[in-house]
């Protein structure tokens, strides 16, 4: 019999369909069952990539003995962490508070009125290594909650005032200057990792964000420093094992400091982020590296995570099956010496295993390797490792694959939209910019209504349930700014702008200018989510003021260039002290003292070879958040085309910054030298 979940639109929720435990979504319902039983909520976050959330399920909440007992004494709800970022910040917020540590699977108790009294992560279903097993846990909560009830509304009245009061200031309403922006810098390089590359140790993830914020830098002052550790470490990654060296696209984090052994499970987000990394590392540079890097991503995520509506799924899962039936993580990625010649031949097989750093002992389990780069590309025959790579593809295609999350997130789709759009410009693939296209009407169809409110997640071209938060209407007017300047169409400006609107009227402190990632309107938790630290995605707060800060820079409006200055303060405060969690600000903070820039592109038309190349040429500069927008004279599809002629009767392009403009040219040579940082 399934239980509530069976009508729902997470493929994660889903998955707990079946399960013996009676789970409700989060809902009010719920709560109101917990009040009617008077028993406890056990509310269960997680998303559908993750592993130990599996491990889980199979262990305790596939189990009838377990289902009965919470049956018995509990609500249980279920929540996927990817479509309720709220539910899952506030609560995430609460047990780091309580416990010191987070993650997911997480596991809390709550009185009926949602407040929180127990934490953990996951718990075995035996005892092991000093963890209670889930059923010891079950029978202790219940017990308190019987017997100690005034002991537990007291726990979970304080823990909620201590939730109100760590409100931390976010220093005044200034942008960052030249000297904070310079301390920033100092602290990561103070954290970096110069043997291997990436800041702090094990586990690593990628950096997107700060990488992003070190070319900035760059570009503005020519701070050689901050080059080579982006550089270093993008060369890093590329050629560790986080890295899918033969299908392109990155897992999500390398377990060890030396980028060898891979968390595998694929997210939507980080091929965004480091795609557009990548391909901003190439406009900088021109390292072939980082082009094969970009467009190999590029292409992952078309393949791999496009949906048949012409969105992106949210991921793809660590685990796969083995081929022996056993779910095991990185089974569909890993190589022992045996299957390298099983597939190529004795000598092939040497080779191949030399390249890719494949060992008779194994870098992973059992014996197995994860295929890296660790000699410098030039080493061996070119033609020879494209043609083992290929067929190695092919054999891996004939394993069972990993699981996909098909659910499109729209702020993830927004990041999707912004690193394609480009990466296509960049390297003539208009096939690449349509997938960006069909992604962005994708979002206007079913994600936004009307009002041009956005919801959060679809499925199958249904929309889900749940509201928009702030980072929804952030990275999604991102990915329609940048779709606005490749494409040269106004209509995305516009949809940039209508979402922004919401942005200063639903999630903005009229006070303060700090921003909230819940709308004013949204459902009420126990606290307002506000968090403007970049986690695995930028955060909500930052990429607000980066996109108000880019549609200002497109239409000249004094509200959004306020607002986005005004949210900037908090890296002010934060910037020097955390530089590495606040990377998407300090990049924003590099935008707002390069002007940013304004290029308008006038030409006779969008395919003529004149127009062509200004607009190239436009795109390809590194000034940190110049805004492009490329038409005819007198097209109304921007305001930055208003009375700008063609010079001569030839196409050309308009620079401004601070309110001043350069004399217009039509040479592209003497617009790089003045978009070039």
Known sequence: ????????????????????????????????????????????????????????????????????????????????????????????EAVQAATGQGGWPMTVFLTPDAEPFYFGTYFPPAPRQGMPSFRQVLQGVHQAWDERRDEVAEVAGKIVRDLAGREISYGDAQTPGEEELAQALLGLTREYDPQRGGFGGAPKFPPSMVLEFLLRHHARTGAEGALQMAQDTCERMARGGMYDQLGGGFARYSVDRDWVVPHFEKMLYDNALLCRVYAHLWRSTGSELARRVALETADFMVRELRTNEGGFASALDADSDDGTG???????????????????????????????GVTEEGTFEEGASVLRLPVRDGVSDAEKIASISERLLAARAGRPAPGRDDKVVAAWNGLAIAALAETGAYFDRPDLVEAAVAAADLLVRLHLDEQARLTRTSKDGHAGANAGVLEDYADVAEGFLALASVTGEGVWLEFAGFLLDHVLARFTDPESGSLYDTASDAERLIRRPQDPTDNAAPSGWTAAANALLSYAAHTGSEPHRTAAERALGVVRALGPRVPRFIGWGLAAAEAVLDGPREVAVVGPALDDAGT????????????????VAVGAPESEEFPLLADRPLVGGEPAAYVCRNFTCDAPTTEPDRLRTVLSG
């Open 1 to 92: 019999m399934p239980n509530r979940l069976a009508h729902e639109t997470s493929p994660y929720l889903l998955q707990h369909a079946d399960n013996p435990v009676d789970w409700w979504p989060w809902s009010s319902e719920a709560f109101e069952e917990a009040r009617k039983r008077n028993v406890p909520v056990l509310l269960s976050v997680g998303y559908s990539s993750c592993h130990w959330c599996h491990v889980m399920a199979h262990e305790s909440f596939e189990d009838q003995e377990t289902a009965e007992y919470l049956n018995a004494h509990y609500v249980s709800v279920k929540v996927d962490r990817e479509e309720r970022p709220d539910v899952d910040a506030v609560y995430m």
């Open 612 to 627: 062509r190349a200004l607009h190239r040429t436009a795109l390809l500069g590194t000034a940190p958040g110049a805004v």
């Open 326 to 356: 056993r779910h095991v993580e990185g089974a569909y990625y890993v190589w022992t010496p045996e299957q390298l010649r099983e597939v190529l031949g004795e000598q092939d097989a040497e080779l191949a295993a030399q390249h890719f």
